[in-house]
């Protein structure tokens, strides 16, 4: 009896040795499939965030580089239809159009829509402030549209001074509309210019500094079509500013990276 009391035990403590062995390469599986799958979605995370942030900073860069200019633009055209309104005139206000979507920001509404772990509360709400002004500016550009295509044309031939008079004072009603829309717009322009301006610290910030001077290079090569060398000459002050990490040379360079 003591023989196989010997040998029960001997195989007991084997078993237990086996049992706790399998428990420990169970435990190490599960383990290790978990850092796994941790590593994963971290991967992906930090993926979708570089993604997002390129998108983000080429639809700001375009904001704050080139809305000032339309700003500029439209509100010297408000000053000139201003002095021509006071003295009882309009300007044939017909052909302006704006074809919507006018301007490109897919990134903004697709960060306004991920994850927080991708794009954070700090973030998503400067871009939300962005966002609202867009659809602001967007409403003033179809506001503008639809009074643009009430104007009414003299019709040719002979007409009388009262038909004449009434679409003259039509024309004169819809250009004081017309004007105060234009107003609209170019202070939507101004903030949209100021409020990117605003956010691009925070998101070069999330970059290092070699991985967005390529994300800079590669932005001024696509945004602007360079026809002569006087052109690149007119860019660069702007250019300068806006990009303090980048030289003249690299500049210079990507300009001419499209010819």
Known sequence: MSRIKKSFDIFSRQGIKFLLLELII???????AFLFQNYTAKQHIESEQNKVLIGLKADLEYFRLFFPGFSTNAERLVQNWNEVYSNDGHENFSNW????????????????????NIVDYELNSSVAEVYQELLKLRHAEQLITEIA??????????????????????NLQ???????????????LRRIAEISDKIMPVINDRFDPDELKSIELELIAKQFSISNSRQIDDYLPLLLQYFPTLSEDEIRSALTSQE
Do not use: W
């Not at 159009?97 to 697709?110: D, L, M, S």
């Not at 295509?149 to 039509?170: C, F, V």
């Not at 819809?174 to 939507?188: A, E, P």
């Open 149 to 170: 295509m009430s104007y009414q044309s003299l019709p040719k031939g002979t007409i009388s001074q009262e038909q004449r008079a009434l679409i003259n004072a039509h």
């Open 174 to 188: 819809k250009f004081r509309l017309f004007i105060d829309r234009s107003v609209d717009r170019h202070r939507i």
């Open 26 to 32: 169970v435990f190490l599986g599960v383990y290790l």
């Open 97 to 116: 159009r704006f074809i919507q979507p006018q301007y490109n920001y897919t990134a903004i509404e697709y960060a306004l829509n991920v994850d927080a």
